[in-house]
Each structure stands twice: as C-alpha cells, then as structure tokens.
C-alpha cells in the first residue's frame, strides 16, 4: 500500500524520534486522514526488525479496527488480549489489547518487563489515565507511540506530561485543502439554548444535567432541522440515551426517517448497516460513534452535547469530514449555547488554534446566518483579529522601537509577519520549556532577533524554524523589517525580500532619506 506525502513523513518523523532517544512520542492526525493505516506501516517497520509490537486500546471496536487494517495493510496476523483471549504462546509479533484486560495485576505480570519493544497507543488522548499508566510503566523501557486528534492546548500540556515530544501532526485544514477531507459549512442556528445551570464533572459538563437541559428544545430543534437538513445524511450527538431515543420519535413525528443507537442496542450493527445503506437520513446516539465508526456519506453533524473538550468535539465532527462520491460538503449545525463559561468548543476550534481568532470567528459566524466554508471564516477572522491586535499592542511597539538596539524585537518581527501561533505560543513538552540553549541563542543573534526576551526552549526552536522557512521562501529579514518599520513602512513581514532590499537601496541612494513620492503608511511594494 502507498501511503499519502503527509503519511509517509509522519511515519518517518516517529522513527525519526526513537533513533534519537525520544522513546515515547504523539503523532497528531484528524479523524479521517489514516491514522490507523500510518501506524500499521510503524509497526510493519518494527516487525521488520525483529520487535514484538503491543498495540493498546480502550474500545474492544478500536482494537478490530487495529488488526484489521494492520492486516490488509500489511499482510500481518495479530494475537488478541482481552478478556479470556490472550497472546501468551503465539508466535505472532503483534498484539492488540485491550487496557481493562491488560492493566489487571494478575495478566499484567505474566509479561516480562522487556516483552515488548514497542507500544502503540489509539486514541492516546487516554493515555494519562490510570489504568493506562500502569501498563506503560510495566514496560517502561518500551518506545511508545500515541495517536489522536487534534488536542487542544490543556490535552497537549497534560500529554506532554507522560509523552516527550509531538513528531508530527497534520491539520484539519491542511488535510480539507488537500482534497484528502471534506470541506466543512458551519451555520449558527438562532436558537438560544440555556446551559448556565449545567454543573461540571470530570473538566466537562454533566451528561444528566445536560439531558434535562435539553429536553425542552427538542421540538424546535426538530424544526430547525426540518429547514437545514431534511435532505441531508445526519448523525446527531446527544448527552444520553434517553434523550437521543425521544429526539429520535420526535424526528420521525417530524417526518425524518431516523433510528437511534446505543451501547445496549440489540440490533445496533443492523440499524448501522440499514443507516449506510439509506434506509434512515438520521442516526441518533448518545457518544456512542465518536470513536471506531465510519460512514463516509455523512453530510450533516449536530452536536446536541455540549463540550469544552475539543478533542471530543473533533471526534463528533470527524464522523463527517471523510469524502464520499457526491458529497460536496459537510454540514455543521451550531446553536446558541447560553452558558456563564466561555470555553465551550464551536466550529471554529476545530481549525483555529488561535483563541483570539476562534473567538472572532465563531462572533461573524453567528452574525451571518447563512453557511460559511471555515477556512474563509478563518481568513476573515485572523484579519480582524491582526487590526485589533495591532491597536492593543502599538504602544508596547512604540515603546520597544525607542530602544536603539543591533538586533530585533522579537514581538516586532511576530506583528510584522502576522505569526498569532509565535505570540501566543505555550510550550507542551518538558524540554520546551527549560531556557534557550546558547546555540539557540547565537543562532537567534545570526538571524538578527533579540534573545534576551526568548523564555523557553520551545519557543527559541519555532522561531528558528520560521525563520528558516521564511529565508527559503525568500521573505524580509528581521533587520529589513526593523530598519523600515522604524522609517513608518507597515508590515514588511509579508514582502519579498528583493523587494526590501530594492527600497532600502533607493533610501541609501537618497542619503538614508525617503524619497521623494513615497508615504511609507500607504506604500506596498510591487
């Protein structure tokens, strides 16, 4: 099997990582990009060596997944650890497991320490958990690698207290540009719902609260869906199974042809199929698909259960991204979530790693009220965002450009390139945030930048990174864009760098003035 450009490179990265000591690493792919088929190609490399490969799972569906890809990806055979299956006297190379089975004192410790070399992690957003943490310490000097969704900030910084480093990760809007993933249309629905009594459990909102939240909008959200998506493919997110088997009798009243599973469902793999198939437009489920389900014609995500976690946010909408034959679009449906917190995922955060930006999309979102495609909502956002940004931020600037310095400011040289990701960056992983290394430190000073306001590790190497990228894609220069930001020109970070050095020569021709015609304010280079 040839794997995509951004499989290929991700596969590389990892192995990358564990010839360079880092034993334990995250690759970052969204919900359908492949990321079962990157890993089987990892453990295919292992195999190949001569290790015995561990592939760990909380979900019984996502260990079948596992084996069956790493199969017909691979042609390799797998033995099986859960419940009263075990791998113990097969010859097989790789196992899959399932963590309740695995993490049990008793099976546990019928596995030497170094049985496994190299341990992979499904939905590695688990892996902090305690059950988890007992198996990785078993077999601590395993390298191990754990895959998920996108993660928001907060799971990064939890993550990167266990795993070392991210070796890769592909974005959402990377990906829908591709053409690997389907374009995604938000809408804001004008429905006011009211979570501001909803209590917190677990670092979200209570699922029973949630429920009881809900009930009262569920006839006109019936009706909303009768306007938006009566003709579309519909999965539906709701808190629990109650909820989701009345909104499924309210839909059918509706005149939708909607089924509902659950954990407990009898028939659930009948009502799957018969769904596919066409014989339902819309599949209710209390969170029971956001993991180990496929239905690429899938055209319209609702998510009726409100969440703060945007990886299970991206999980939800990820049960549409994938492309099918006539489909042009997902459809997401957004409603007014009244609520006292403020970090309530929307749309926005599945592309946004800006909060700033998030927070400005979702606002011009809401105040359309028609289908936006998000990476233009994005482009407006970040617009919007980098005029306010720079009003709050000119009189530190001002402040900054009276210091007569050599070298540039490093907040200056952000602004000027517009780079939200290097101004608000947070480092994740325990090396990022020990101090610049002194190499990092002279290779900043070569480049022109002030070091001295570089706090952490992580920060000094994506700066590095971008000015590198930057000097190969023949952009500006730090010191061209200090030197003619100081004389009034804006933004010189977006010129070409024949085009600062063009000007800077005409105002050393001119006796280091501006010459004559020229208003610095207003002037844009050819």
């Known amino acids: 099997m040839e794997l995509r450009p951004y499989q290929e490179t991700a596969r590389q990265k990892v192995q990358e990582e564990w010839k360079n000591g880092k034993k334990r690493t995250l690759l970052v792919l969204p919900t359908g990009t492949g990321k079962t088929i990157v890993f089987s190609k990892i453990i295919e490399d292992r195999v190949k060596k001569g290790e015995r490969v561990l592939v760990i799972a909380h979900r019984g569906e996502l260990l079948e997944q596992a084996s069956d890809k790493l199969y017909k990806s691979t042609g390799l055979k797998t033995a099986t650890e859960k419940a009263e299956q075990t791998s113990l006297g097969s010859f097989y190379r790789v196992v899959v497991g399932s963590v309740q089975t695995m993490q049990r004192e008793k099976r546990l410790n019928q596995f030497p320490p170094e049985y496994f070399d190299t341990i992979v992690i499904d939905e590695a957003h688990h892996a902090i958990s305690d059950g988890y943490q007992r198996v990785l310490h078993h077999f601590e000097d395993a390298n191990v690698l754990g895959v998920t969704a996108t993660p928001d900030r907060g799971d990064m910084r939890n993550l990167g207290s266990y795993f070392e480093s991210l070796a890769y990760e592909y974005g959402l809007a990377e990906a829908i540009k591709s053409g690997y993933l389907s374009p995604i249309k938000a809408l804001t629905i004008p429905l006011k719902l009211d979570l501001s009594n909803v209590k917190q459990q677990a670092g979200d909102f209570s699922t029973k609260d949630l429920g009881t939240a809900l009930d009262p909008y569920l006839e006109q959200i019936a009706e909303e869906m009768k306007k938006q998506c009566f003709n579309r493919k519909t999965v539906v997110f709701l808190p629990l199974v109650k909820t989701s088997q009345k909104f499924r009798d309210i839909l059918n009243k509706h005149g939708f042809k909607a089924a509902e599973v659950n954990g407990e469902s009898a028939d659930r793999e009948q009502v799957l199929k018969d769904y596919e198939e066409g014989k339902y437009n819309v599949l209710c489920n209390s969170m029971l698909l956001t993991e180990g389900w496929d239905c690429p014609s899938v055209d319209c995500v609702i998510v009726l259960r409100p969440t703060k976690v945007r990886a299970l946010y991206s999980q939800m909408v990820g049960r549409g991204t994938r492309l099918a034959p006539g489909k042009k679009e997902l459809l997401l449906l957004d409603f007014l979530w009244h609520t006292e917190r403020h ?184």
């Open 343 to 526: 970090e309530l995922c929307h749309p926005a955060n599945l592309i946004a790693t800006d909060e700033a930006v998030a927070k400005k999309m979702t606002e011009n979102i809401e105040e359309l009220g028609a289908p936006i495609d998000l990476e233009q909502a994005e482009q407006q956002a970040k617009e919007d965002v980098a005029l306010e940004r720079e009003e709050s931020l000119a009189k530190q600037l001002s402040e900054m450009k009276r210091r007569k310095r050599k070298l540039v400011d490093p907040l200056q040289f952000e602004m000027s390139i517009q780079a939200a990701d290097l101004t608000d960056y947070v480092p994740s992983f325990g090396w990022q945030m020990s101090p610049p290394t002194d190499k990092q430190i002279k290779d900043l000073e070569k480049w022109g930048i002030f070091p001295d306001e570089i706090e952490n590790a992580g920060k000094a190497a994506m700066l590095i990174n971008r000015l590198v990228k930057r000097r190969d894609a023949g952009l500006s220069t730090p010191k061209q864009i200090r030197f003619l930001e100081n004389r009034g020109f804006q933004h010189v970070g977006t010129w070409q760098f024949e085009a600062a050095t063009k000007l800077i020569n005409r105002i050393a021709a001119n006796g280091w003035r501006i010459p004559h015609g020229i208003k610095p304010a207003e002037y844009k280079p050819a």
